[in-house]
């Protein structure tokens, strides 16, 4: 008897929901639906499944990318943004529980961002410590996705936490994409004072990790965890600076500024809030292929070759 996989796609205009897209279409009889961050799902999963052959099991991924990102540091405003992001992801959820087929698994994208507490790291226990808003806005949207978990005992929940992600096609604004973007333009930079560690991972290992973390049947682990060793701001700066010089001959300057730290581009040292991933690395088998300093030179090039299309 055939198996039909389905991948539901929830927030799909994200950069990470786009390239797990492109990495699913790579794999044979699997199958992309996608939804806007409005949901109207009913219709489009009946006429999927009208073309299902009835000697066929049928099984469907969910994955919730949706959120708001939280750029304000007004307190009204921030529980607004939670607020929103926690009622689209509980309407997913519904709409998750309405699925008709013999095996559905639902996974939630949250953020390293979302912290581990010191101690001894537990898999089916959810070890929080939010850094930040955004970090707390994750931790709480945990807990619903907890919740339905605990009370629903035929369908799987997993949560998948992500740190910070470097590839080719990356347009936003954080750290290394806002650096090759204004440095490739020939433009100093107002970075001011760098410090601390972040984990940086290449989009190709993310979305090989989600689509392991998705397709993995040895269990029901609840939380997972993609992310790589920690690696100075101070260095990562150097590399983009250094490719940006491969692309150019152009080595941009740091002139002085605010720190980045208070424009949200970048945080303190972690510490015990730094992820702990060897468990996932255990049971998916998976791990980090691309090196940062390769992957930031991948992705200068990409948006050099970008510019001179334009």
């Known amino acids: 008897m055939n198996t039909i996989i389905y991948h539901h796609i929830y927030g799909s205009s994200s950069f990470i929901a786009k390239e797990y897209k492109k990495y699913v279409l790579n794999q044979s009889r699997e199958n992309i639906v996608e939804y806007s961050n409005t949901l109207n799902v009913q219709k489009k999963v009946l006429n999927q499944a009208k073309n299902i052959n009835h000697e066929s099991i049928r099984q469907d991924i969910w994955l919730h990318f949706a959120s708001i990102a939280i750029k304000t540091k007004n307190t009204d405003e921030i529980f607004k943004c939670i607020d929103e992001n926690i009622a689209r992801l509980r309407e997913s959820l519904y709409e998750f529980q309405r699925l008709k087929s ?34 707390l806005s994750k931790h709480l949207s945990e807990e619903v996705v ?3 978990s605990n009370n629903d005992k035929v369908n799987e929940y997993r949560i ?51 689509y392991k973390a998705a397709k993995f049947d040895e269990g029901n682990p609840k939380v997972l965890h993609l992310s790589s060793e920690l ?27 605010k720190d980045i730290n208070n424009r949200g581009q970048a945080s303190p040292d972690l510490g015990n809030c730094v992820m702990k991933d ?16 390769d992957a930031i030179v991948i ?12």
Do not use: M
């Open 102 to 135: 013999i095996k559905k698994r639902f996974i939630y994208i949250s953020s390293d961002r979302v912290g581990c507490k010191s101690g001894d790291f537990d898999e089916n226990r959810v070890q929080s410590c939010p850094i930040d808003s955004y970090g």
């Open 146 to 148: 907890n919740f339905f």
């Open 160 to 210: 998948v936490r992500i740190t910070n992600v470097v590839g080719k096609g990356q347009n936003n604004d954080q750290l290394i994409p806002r650096i090759l973007r204004l440095g490739l333009q020939g433009k100093n930079l107002d970075l001011g004072f760098i410090n601390g560690k972040r984990s940086f991972i290449d989009i190709s290992d993310v979305v090989s990790g989600l």
């Open 231 to 257: 690696i100075e701001l101070s260095e990562i700066v150097d590399l983009c600076f250094n490719a940006i010089y491969k692309e150019t001959g152009f080595k941009p300057d740091n002139i002085s500024g």
């Open 278 to 293: 060897k468990y996932t690395r255990e049971i998916l088998r998976w791990k980090p292929l691309l090196d940062i300093p």
């Open 299 to 310: 992705a200068a090039k990409h948006l050099r070759l970008q510019n001179e299309q334009r």
